[in-house]
């Protein structure tokens, strides 16, 4: 399912240095990544 797919992708991507998750659940949307993008 997709929950599960998501906390697969948040234990992969940990939390940033600020304690903060990258991908944020938006109630009555979904999800959204939620960091500044970067070229790398």
């Given at each position: 399912?997709?929950?599960a ?5 948040r234990?992969?991507?940990m939390c940033?240095q ?6 944020q ?5 979904g ?5 500044d993008?970067r070229h790398?």
């Amino acid at each position: 399912t997709v929950d599960a797919h998501i906390m697969n992708l948040r234990k992969k991507l940990m939390c940033n240095q600020n304690g903060e998750e990258y991908i944020q659940t938006v109630y009555g949307i979904g999800y959204k990544f939620a960091s500044d993008a970067r070229h790398v």
